[in-house]
């Protein structure tokens, strides 16, 4: 048990040791304007160069992403069927979709979903 503790209390040094090397070294040492300034071919920016963005386009990417990655969760649902009880993977199969349209309709009650206020 000694080793184990051992083990994981040494890991935990060099992972901080590693962490605090690299934010040190990391640091911008001189921090000058016209570095910080976008570049346009030695020409001063006709614009901002911080353009402002969406955050409805950000929300309905992540609403996207996360639905996505549960319809992959999903998939391979349809090749365990030979494997399992067909009550079981029915059941299994409709409470992870029932979950799904939950998280649907509560995005859609709090106006997610809506592009346009």
């Known amino acids: 048990m000694f080793i184990l503790y051992l083990i994981i209390s040494s890991t935990l040094i060099v992972t901080a040791l590693i962490m605090i090397l690299s934010t040190s070294l990391s640091k911008k040492t001189i921090i000058d304007r016209e570095k910080m300034s ?21 929300l ?3 609403i996207f ?21 067909i009550f ?3 059941t299994s ?13 509560y995005e ?4 997610a979903l809506e592009w346009s206020n």
């Open 38 to 58: 976008p570049f346009e071919c030695g020409f001063d920016p006709k614009a901002s160069a911080r353009l402002p963005f969406s955050l409805r386009f950000f």
């Open 60 to 62: 309905i990417a992540v």
């Open 65 to 85: 992403l996360i639905f996505d990655v549960e319809i992959t969760l999903l998939l391979p649902l349809a090749s365990l069927t030979p494997f399992t009880n």
């Open 88 to 90: 079981a993977w029915g």
């Open 93 to 105: 199969g409709m409470y992870f979709l029932i979950v799904l349209l939950g998280g649907l309709y």
């Open 108 to 111: 859609w009650y709090k106006g």
